[in-house]
């Protein structure tokens, strides 16, 4: 394995236009030497705390999803997406209490049955670490939902 330049190259393309925007900066106050020194100075410190709040706003945008109101035509049309609605859906407890049946017709069938629980695939999450699909468990006790969480696997 080779030392990967990638983020030294990003660096100077950044540091370029920093370097330009601080020599403009010190432009008036400061003779030619000090404006070329305070600017390369200014420049290697701030372009790499540039690059980390690229990076963090990258995170952010990546791992961003809406958490929408539980919609059942939604819901059983785009089964990928359906991480939007499992907040809204668990948060406004539309299911506790339900018998088995009732949770199939607001939910549709596509779910995983057992004995005493139903499992829900909700897709994938846009996360950075979100390798594996989610999905939703449904537990029932005496024949009626007692809790639903949501499971990462």
């Known amino acids: 394995m080779g030392f990967d330049f990638s983020a030294i190259i990003i660096l100077l ?3 370029i236009p920093m370097f330009l925007f601080w020599r403009w900066v010190f432009r008036k106050n400061e003779s030619k030497a000090k404006r070329v020194t305070l600017s390369l100075l ?3 410190l701030t372009a790499p705390l540039f690059y980390g709040l690229l990076i963090l706003i990258w995170v952010f945008l990546s791992s961003y999803y809406p958490n929408r109101r539980f919609d059942k035509k939604a819901w059983m049309t785009d089964s990928d ?5 499992t907040h809204d859906l ?4 539309l299911l506790i209490g339900k018998t088995k049946p009732q949770v199939l017709r607001i939910l549709g069938d596509h779910g995983d049955t057992s004995q005493t629980e139903l499992y829900y695939y909700i897709g994938f999450r846009p996360e950075i670490t979100g390798i594996d699909p989610s999905s939703i468990i449904i537990d ?3 024949g009626k939902v007692d ?3 949501e499971e990462d696997k």
Not at 90 to 93: G, L, P, V
């Open 147 to 149: 809790t639903v969480i």
């Open 81 to 85: 997406r359906r991480y939007e609605y």
């Open 42 to 44: 200014l420049t290697f």
């Open 140 to 142: 029932f006790k005496n």
């Open 90 to 93: 668990i948060k406004s407890k």
């Open 13 to 15: 393309i950044l540091a």
